[in-house]
């Protein structure tokens, strides 16, 4: 059996984020003999969202399928293009009506891969409930595939947690997202489903969750609004490598990945 090798790339942050992408994709997809890629694009138009250039874009460079989470909204221009484009997901738990969908199933060589994307409400909005919507859709996407990633985008380790133990058995990884800071808890779960708590920040090193970290500073120090910026400089690639049994769609593997492009 040759295993079926999935990259999940963590949050894309502005133009740092997008320029780490780039240069370091090509090079992984044949270096790790990837054959899917799935990447968490809100925040990649300066940390706010993402527009359908930036979206057609990724497309472009190699990956294959785009998660996204709160800050989907932020640009109103993707409202045109995510019901066109179903490439690209919003949580899959916003209220029926919602533009866009929340689920995808795509095709990974001779495989069929099911990529679905949830948000927690814990700290977040209370939009409907992600652990309801999820057996929803995986009574849908399993009869169409076994091989199924689920990215949680959520605030709360817990609630990311509660999600990996709650689809362990029944999805191939459950990838945590939103924190920005990639968490040392990547492991397979009995039932064979591979769990990370937070992919990481694909985007500048030297910054607060992604943000220029004097704006950061000063928003603490004085509690009023500013406007936030990603910060430059040395920017890197976070994330992981599953491998998964395309028979089963249990995972055989999870790996932290990490690349840093110099400032
Ligand atoms: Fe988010």
């Given at each position: 059996m040759k295993a079926l090798t999935i990259l999940c790339v963590g949050d894309i942050f502005g133009e740092p984020g997008r320029r780490a992408l780039v240069a370091f994709l090509p090079r992984l997809r044949s270096e790790l003999q990837i054959d899917l890629v799935v990447a968490?694009?809100?925040?990649a138009a300066a940390g706010f969202g993402v527009t359908p250039q930036l979206a057609r874009g990724f497309l472009e460079a190699g990956v294959d399928v785009m998660t996204s989470g709160n800050?989907?909204?932020?640009?109103?221009?993707i409202l045109g293009y995510i019901v066109k484009e179903n490439l690209l997901l919003r949580?899959?738990?916003?209220?029926?009506?919602?533009?866009?969908?929340g689920s995808v199933v795509v095709k990974a060589g001779a495989h069929q891969v099911g990529v679905l994307n949830l948000q927690g409400r814990t700290f977040m909005a209370?939009?409907?409930c992600p652990f309801a919507k999820a057996d929803e859709e995986l009574e849908r996407l399993r009869t169409e595939t076994s091989v199924i990633v689920v990215d949680?985008?959520?605030?709360?380790t817990s609630e990311k947690q509660a999600m990996g133990w709650y689809l362990d058995g029944r999805v191939s990884a459950v990838v945590g997202t939103h924190s920005h800071v990639q968490t040392a808890d990547e492991r397979i779960l009995p039932g064979r489903t591979a769990y990370i708590t937070d992919l990481g920040l694909?985007?500048?090193?030297?910054?607060?969750i992604g943000v220029e970290k004097d704006l950061a500073i000063q928003r603490f120090l004085t509690g009023m609004p500013n406007r936030f910026e990603p910060a430059k400089g040395r920017a890197a690639v976070q994330g992981v490598v599953i491998r998964i049994d395309?028979?089963?769609?249990?995972?055989v593997g999870i790996e932290r990945l990490r690349r840093d492009l110099p400032g």
């Amino acid at each position: 059996m040759k295993a079926l090798t999935i990259l999940c790339v963590g949050d894309i942050f502005g133009e740092p984020g997008r320029r780490a992408l780039v240069a370091f994709l090509p090079r992984l997809r044949s270096e790790l003999q990837i054959d899917l890629v799935v990447a968490n694009v809100e925040n990649a138009a300066a940390g706010f969202g993402v527009t359908p250039q930036l979206a057609r874009g990724f497309l472009e460079a190699g990956v294959d399928v785009m998660t996204s989470g709160n800050h989907i909204w932020d640009r109103k221009e993707i409202l045109g293009y995510i019901v066109k484009e179903n490439l690209l997901l919003r949580p899959a738990n916003y209220p029926s009506g919602t533009p866009g969908v929340g689920s995808v199933v795509v095709k990974a060589g001779a495989h069929q891969v099911g990529v679905l994307n949830l948000q927690g409400r814990t700290f977040m909005a209370s939009i409907d409930c992600p652990f309801a919507k999820a057996d929803e859709e995986l009574e849908r996407l399993r009869t169409e595939t076994s091989v199924i990633v689920v990215d949680m985008h959520a605030e709360a380790t817990s609630e990311k947690q509660a999600m990996g133990w709650y689809l362990d058995g029944r999805v191939s990884a459950v990838v945590g997202t939103h924190s920005h800071v990639q968490t040392a808890d990547e492991r397979i779960l009995p039932g064979r489903t591979a769990y990370i708590t937070d992919l990481g920040l694909t985007g500048p090193v030297d910054s607060v969750i992604g943000v220029e970290k004097d704006l950061a500073i000063q928003r603490f120090l004085t509690g009023m609004p500013n406007r936030f910026e990603p910060a430059k400089g040395r920017a890197a690639v976070q994330g992981v490598v599953i491998r998964i049994d395309p028979e089963t769609g249990g995972a055989v593997g999870i790996e932290r990945l990490r690349r840093d492009l110099p400032g």
